[in-house]
T-cell receptor, first 113, second 114 residues
Framework: GDSVTQTEGLVTLTKGLPVMLNCTYQ??????LFWYVQHLNEAPKLLLK?????KRTEHQGFYATLHKSSSSFHLQKSSVQLSDSALYFC????????????FGDGTVLTVKP | DPKIIQKPKYLVAVTGSEKILICEQY?????MYWYRQSAKKPLEFMFS???????DNQTASSRFQPQSSKKNHLDLQITALKPDDSATYFC?????????????FGPGTRLTVL
């Protein structure tokens, strides 16, 4: 079955530093990859999505590139802000399924002043 | 105005009881979903519906029963509640059917089973 792996459970950074949150996936189908962000006591919201190999997608200063050769979709930002502190989920879907999103375990990003 | 309404926001139940979690979406979407978030499994898919028809069920237990009385409603009935059912339950919806569709999540219902 499908699976998503996020290797970091917790990332703590100082404001202004770059960040990369890792995401790798496994599926036998053509994938759609998503990053969702969940702030404390809020619902998850879509941050980025992609299904195009080797094309960078950006939103709100975050960016990610889907690499099908390595089954990866890492999330990056060049300069984190205090407001970026949240739980980040990588998720996987594909057109042959029934709308199901398979989520990774999530990475808690904490940005300190 | 909230586009996806979930009621109640918080719910406390006793073991063995039955509860219904309400979800209504006003985004005009045709697909709706339920997810569960707990300390053990951060975000776990439960059900998907399209045009009020069940498309996928990934719950192992028949104690969880979705109910769709209207196109924009997808309630979740949980019977014989157990402490392990304690979690936040998120309803979600999406516009077109398909793997690329962005899913919009409601605010969640936090269920505690004592």
């Amino acid at each position: 079955g499908d699976s998503v792996t996020q290797t970091e459970g917790l990332v703590t950074l100082t404001k202004g530093l770059p960040v990369m949150l890792n995401c790798t996936y496994q599926t036998t189908y053509s994938p759609f990859l998503f990053w969702y962000v969940q702030h404390l006591n809020e619902a998850p919201k879509l941050l980025l999505k992609s299904s195009t190999d080797n094309k960078r997608t950006e939103h709100q200063g975050f960016y990610a590139t889907l690499h099908k050769s390595s089954s990866s979709f890492h999330l990056q930002k060049s300069s984190v802000q205090l407001s970026d502190s949240a739980l980040y989920f990588c998720a996987l879907s594909h057109n042959t399924n029934t709308g199901k999103l398979t989520f990774g375990d999530g990475t808690v990003l904490t940005v300190k002043p | 105005d909230p586009k996806i309404i979930q009621k109640p926001k918080y719910l406390v139940a006793v073991t063995g009881s039955e509860k219904i979690l309400i979800c209504e979406q006003y985004l005009g979407h045709n697909a709706m979903y339920w997810y569960r978030q707990s300390a053990k499994k951060p975000l776990e898919f439960m059900f998907s519906y399209s045009y009020q028809k069940l498309m996928d069920n990934q719950t192992a237990s028949s104690r969880f029963q979705p109910q769709s009385s209207k196109k924009n409603h997808l309630d979740l009935q949980i019977t014989a509640l157990k402490p392990d059912d304690s979690a936040t339950y998120f309803c979600a919806s999406s516009p077109p059917w398909g793997g690329s569709a962005e899913q919009f999540f409601g605010p969640g219902t936090r269920l505690t089973v004592l």
